[in-house]
T-cell receptor, first 108, second 117 residues
């Protein structure tokens, strides 16, 4: 599986945007970029995914670099409920290969 | 629409015993995957079932097994429990039509917290 690199932690203030970077320099042309998050005491939750183009949904936006070697998950207005571990995953087969993720803390 | 349901939520067993965990996927989903989460190893893939057949398997010993029923519900079994099997076991479901699944979303349950004493 191709690897991703994420910062260990990030802090944000409530109602401010959060930009979570992910580096994946060894990505192949068919790897999808997936983001999941895990809130305390819960299973992971799907956030967003994409292949080449930027993607938006009600939870977040995914900005993918033109060379696809990096991407950024954007939470437009962080709330306390967004405090979680965020996982950036390159998916080239049936399973999700989770790394350590980025722990996001949101300050009230 | 009901989400993925895992039972039981908590389980305490002793070494050497066996345990069976249950997972009911979202209605219409035919693929069920199982993951183990521990503080030291993080989230690791166990296996995936589609239409009652194990389609993919992770790197776990044979003590870990599973099955899927015709209604897509799945069970996983761990025999001869060891202390190191203490973990949160998570089940995820998806439509499963794409055998690679790279473009599919997975929906996870809240997990079964297994403690082995």
């Amino acid at each position: 599986d191709a690897k991703t690199t994420q910062p260990n932690s990030m802090e944000s203030n409530e109602e401010e945007p959060v930009h979570l970077p992910c580096n994946h320099s060894t990505i192949s042309g068919t790897d999808y970029i997936h983001w999941y998050r895990q809130l305390p005491s819960q299973g992971p939750e799907y956030v967003i995914h994409g292949l080449t183009s930027n993607v938006n949904n009600r939870m977040a936006s995914l900005a993918i670099a033109e060379d696809r070697k990096s991407s950024t998950l954007i939470l437009h207005r962080a709330t306390l409920r967004d405090a979680a571990v965020y996982y950036c995953i390159l998916r080239d087969d049936y399973k999700l290969s989770f790394g350590a993720g980025t722990t996001v803390t949101v300050r009230a | 629409k009901a989400g993925v349901t895992q039972t039981p939520r908590y389980l305490i067993k002793t070494r050497g015993q066996q345990v069976t965990l249950s997972c009911s996927p979202i209605s219409g989903h035919r693929s069920v995957s199982w993951y183990q989460q521990t503080p030291g190893q993080g989230l690791q893939f166990l296996f995936e079932y589609f239409s009652e057949t194990q389609r993919n398997k992770g790197n776990f010993p044979g003590r870990f097994s599973g099955r899927q029923f015709s209604n897509s519900r799945s069970e996983m079994n761990v025999s001869t429990l060891e202390l190191g099997d203490s973990a949160l076991y998570l089940c995820a479901s998806s439509f499963g039509g794409d055998s690679l699944g790279t473009n599919e979303k997975l929906f996870f349950g809240s997990g079964t917290q297994l403690s082995v004493l």
